[in-house]
């Protein structure tokens, strides 16, 4: 299964970004081999509002199972949910951090958005 990770870099080494929807970049991993592609998000940093939204149906197109981010508000949730992708909100540290998190089983998943919309 496949993991979304937001970034601030375009690599393994770079720095999570808590913000879901406004993150520069989400990099697409394979845990197992730690393959990854690079989603340039620069078009919804200073999107006025649907960040959230559009970098979810961004993500859901990549065969993601579960994303791990920091904030994570009600609309981008939802469109995650029904696509039946997994939310974290554990992503701290560097990319390849948080994949070492994930695949030591310590992540936890949320129930619902973490902050609220226009965050």
Known sequence: MKLAITSRGTNL????????????HVLIVNPDTLEYDVLDNSENLNAFKGAGI????????CGVGVLI????????????EAAKIKVSNDARG????????????RCRYLDDANVDGHW
């Open 69 to 80: 981010t920091g904030y994570c508000g009600p609309n981008a949730f939802r469109t995650l």
């Open 13 to 24: 080494d770079a720095a999570v970004d808590k913000r879901f929807g406004r993150a520069p």
């Open 94 to 105: 560097t990319v390849r951090e948080t994949i070492k998190e994930y695949t030591a089983g």
């Open 54 to 61: 559009n970098t979810a149906v961004m993500v859901s197109g």
